[in-house]
């Protein structure tokens, strides 16, 4: 495996040449994956305002707001890794609300958030009519492999000792569910973009693949 290692900026102006160097005349659904020690809600949030710059309407979604209810995520207990791992998000939802319809023939009204995880209820979020060449930046764990349609995919990998280290104490029952997802998924296999973040602050872009 050949790694270049780059600043943040460099990775984020890189993503938005990515980007923008696609067609305008449709609608870009992206994913930003990785644990949340991986930060992919930080770098969704480090793109929307370049890409914005580059005359792009930018939409943020974030899966934690498309989270399935507390009835099922909490079945088998609130810290059960095999539930986050099949159970834990409305990937059904994310894609009727947001991915089909920002997809060809898709009608381009879309929800933003579609969960409160707070009051356990529906968001009650009003739809979003997307701009012409508007690019989605979902943002979230364990998004790939599922069969989601994405258009443009972007992995933060971290090797397991440096996820273990950098996951709360309070969340460290989650990293079997990471354990599974890149042994059975392997996202860093097909994902069109991996970047390597085992420091966030010290990406580095993966340029060959074993």
Known sequence: ??????????????????????KVDSHLRVA??????????ELADALVGPLRARGRPALRIDTGDFLRPASVRLEFGRHDPDSYYQGWFDEAGLAREV?????????GRVLTKLWNPATDRAAREPY????????LLVSGPL???GGLAFDVTVHLEMSAAALARRTPPEDAWTLPAFGRYAEEVGPASFADVVVRVDDPRRPAMVLERS
């Open 1 to 22: 495996m050949r790694v270049r290692p780059v600043s943040t900026e460099v990775l984020v102006d890189e993503l938005v040449d990515l980007l923008t160097c696609r």
């Open 32 to 41: 930003v994956d990785g644990a949340p020690a991986a930060g992919p809600g």
């Open 99 to 107: 991915l089909d319809p920002a997809g060809p023939g898709g009608s």
């Open 128 to 135: 979003a009519d997307l701009a012409a060449g508007a690019i």
């Open 143 to 145: 998004l790939l492999g």
